[in-house]
């Protein structure tokens, strides 16, 4: 019952705040959307920055789920990675999308930005690390320090996300889906083991 009624705040505040922005939703506007008192939503969460949270945790989930499902797949780790970095594009696309006026706000500050991705920077590495120590086992890649390129990669992929969800670049001839492969041949080229 808990778990919920705090998840139920939690949809209801993303739901808002993606139709209203996030500074135009009220405690008050998520309780009463939820069907509960003011008294009950404090009792799961301290203010609005910490639903906020909740919110950028839970969507971010979503995207955790997918890379762990890649990396649980029995293939190559240079499938793996290549369907890594395309399927994180997609999905941080569909989640930043389905967001609306949230969108906005996530586009307009930086530190918003980077204040969510705390939260999922550190699993996302732990992830890759896992495909990029798996390649070096089975003599694909070559990597010689492996946190320090997993964090790399990691940040590099994250800093390319709103060129990817706007597109931006296919005025220079790369659309989404080039993106998102020729970044994989770029990233596979520096890691692929010599023969």
């Given at each position: 019952?808990?778990?919920?009624?705090?998840?139920?705040?939690i949809?209801?505040?993303?739901?808002?705040?993606?139709?209203?922005?996030?500074?135009?939703?009220?405690?008050?506007?998520?309780?009463?959307?939820?069907?509960?008192?003011?008294?009950?939503?404090?009792?799961?969460?301290?203010?609005?920055?910490?639903?906020?949270?909740?919110?950028?945790?839970?969507?971010?989930?979503?995207?955790?789920?997918?890379?762990?499902?890649?990396v649980?797949?029995?293939?190559?780790?240079?499938?793996?990675?290549?369907?890594?970095?395309?399927?994180?594009?997609?999905?941080?696309?569909?989640?930043?999308?389905?967001?609306?006026?949230?969108?906005?706000?996530?586009?307009?500050?930086?530190?918003?930005?980077?204040?969510?991705r705390?939260?999922?920077?550190k699993?996302?590495?732990a992830?890759?690390r896992?495909?990029?120590?798996e390649?070096?086992?089975?003599?694909?890649?070559?990597?010689?320090?492996?946190?320090?390129?997993?964090?790399?990669?990691?940040?590099?992929?994250?800093?390319?996300?709103?060129?990817?969800?706007?597109?931006?670049?296919?005025?220079?001839?790369?659309?989404?889906?080039?993106?998102?492969?020729?970044?994989?041949?770029?990233?596979?080229?520096?890691?692929l083991?010599?023969?």
């Open positions: 019952m808990v778990s919920k009624t705090r998840d139920k705040f949809e209801v505040a993303r739901q808002l705040f993606a139709r209203k922005g996030v500074e135009n939703t009220t405690m008050n506007d998520i309780a009463s959307a939820s069907d509960k008192g003011r008294r009950t939503i404090y009792t799961y969460f301290k203010n609005k920055r910490d639903i906020y949270n909740a919110v950028v945790e839970s969507e971010s989930d979503k995207l955790l789920v997918n890379l762990r499902l890649i649980a797949k029995q293939a190559s780790a240079e499938e793996k990675l290549r369907e890594y970095v395309a399927v994180r594009f997609e999905t941080m696309r569909e989640i930043v999308s389905r967001n609306g006026s949230l969108r906005a706000g996530f586009f307009r500050d930086v530190r918003k930005v980077d204040r969510a705390k939260h999922i920077s699993k996302e590495i992830l890759l896992e495909i990029l120590e390649g070096v086992k089975a003599g694909e890649f070559e990597i010689k320090d492996m946190e320090n390129a997993a964090i790399i990669i990691t940040h590099t992929i994250q800093g390319l996300d709103v060129t990817y969800i706007r597109d931006s670049l296919s005025d220079q001839g790369i659309d989404q889906e080039n993106l998102a492969e020729d970044f994989s041949r770029l990233l596979l080229n520096g890691l083991k010599r023969r």
